[in-house]
T-cell receptor
Framework: SQKIEQNSEALNIQEGKTATLTCNYT??????LQWYRQDPGRGPVFLLL?????KEKRKERLKVTFDTTLKQSLFHITASQPADSATYLC???????????FGAGTRLFVKA | KAGVTQTPRYLIKTRGQQVTLSCSPI?????VSWYQQTPGQGLQFLFE???????NKGNFPGRFSGRQFSNSRSEMNVSTLELGDSALYLC????????????FGQGTRLTVV
C-alpha cells in the first residue's frame, strides 16, 4: 500500500541555521507533492507544491526538492527563525484520485 | 475572501451519542475533504465530496458519514460515539480536489467522555 514517511522525531536547530526535513514515499509514483505547515490546534496551511518534472522549487526562504528516483522530497528552511517552529507535513495525491494522503509530520523547533 | 469555516470549534459528547460537524468551504470551491487528526495517527482521510457526490472514502467504520449540499457546504456525522473518536476533525476545500492546494479550516475539537 502507499506509504509516506516523515521523521517522527522532532528537529531542533539554532536560529539562523538551515532546517532540512525529509519525506519518503513507497509503492507510489505521484504526479506532485505538497508541503504544509501546521501550528498547534490549527489546520494545516499550504506552503509549496512541486510537480514530478520539477527538481526544485523555491519560495522566499523555503526550498523543496523532489527526487522521483529516490522517492524522496527534501524541504529546506534557510535562515530559520523561532517563528518557523511548527509541524511540517508532506502530502501526496493517492493513485486512485480524489484523495490526498498526509505524512505524520515532523515537528521543528527553532531556538533563539 | 472568507476562509474555510468549521462549526462548532469545540464539542464535548458522551459515549453512544451522535454528532454533526459542519464545514463551509471557500466560495467557489466545490471539493470538500474531511480528516481526523489524533496525536498518534496524524491526519487520516475520511471522505471527499465534489458537487454533492462522494468520490472517495477512507478506512473508517460506517458510523462515520457525510454529505455535501448544493451550495458546497458539507456536514459529517458520527453516530454511536466511542472514546476513540476524540480528535480534531479538519475540513479542507479546494477547487477541483486533487491537483490543487487544500485550504483547511480551524477544525472541530471533539471530546468524547
Amino acid at each position: 500500500s502507499q506509504k509516506i514517511e516523515q521523521n517522527s522525531e522532532a528537529l531542533n536547530i539554532q536560529e539562523g541555521k538551515t532546517a532540512t526535513l525529509t519525506c519518503n514515499y513507497t509503492n507510489y509514483s505521484p504526479a506532485y507533492l505538497q508541503w504544509y505547515r501546521q501550528d498547534p490546534g490549527r489546520g494545516p496551511v499550504f506552503l509549496l507544491l512541486i510537480r514530478e518534472n520539477e527538481k526544485e522549487k523555491r519560495k522566499e526562504r523555503l526550498k523543496v526538492t523532489f527526487d522521483t528516483t529516490l522517492k524522496q522530497s527534501l524541504f529546506h528552511i534557510t535562515a530559520s527563525q523561532p517563528a518557523d517552529s511548527a509541524t511540517y507535513l508532506c502530502a501526496l495525491p493517492n493513485t486512485g484520485g480524489f484523495k490526498t494522503i498526509f505524512g505524520a509530520g515532523t515537528r521543528l523547533f527553532v531556538k533563539a | 475572501k472568507a476562509g474555510v469555516t468549521q462549526t462548532p470549534r469545540y464539542l464535548i459528547k458522551t459515549r453512544g451519542q451522535q454528532v454533526t460537524l459542519s464545514c463551509s468551504p471557500i466560495s467557489g470551491h466545490r471539493s470538500v475533504s474531511w480528516y481526523q487528526q489524533t496525536p498518534g495517527q496524524g491526519l487520516q482521510f475520511l471522505f471527499e465530496y465534489f458537487s454533492e457526490t462522494q468520490r472517495n472514502k477512507g478506512n473508517f467504520p460506517g458510523r462515520f458519514s457525510g454529505r455535501q449540499f448544493s451550495n458546497s457546504r458539507s456536514e459529517m456525522n458520527v453516530s454511536t460515539l466511542e472514546l476513540g473518536d476524540s480528535a480534531l476533525y479538519l475540513c479542507a476545500s479546494s477547487t477541483e480536489g486533487v491537483n490543487t492546494e487544500a485550504f483547511f479550516g480551524q477544525g472541530t475539537r471533539l471530546t468524547v467522555v
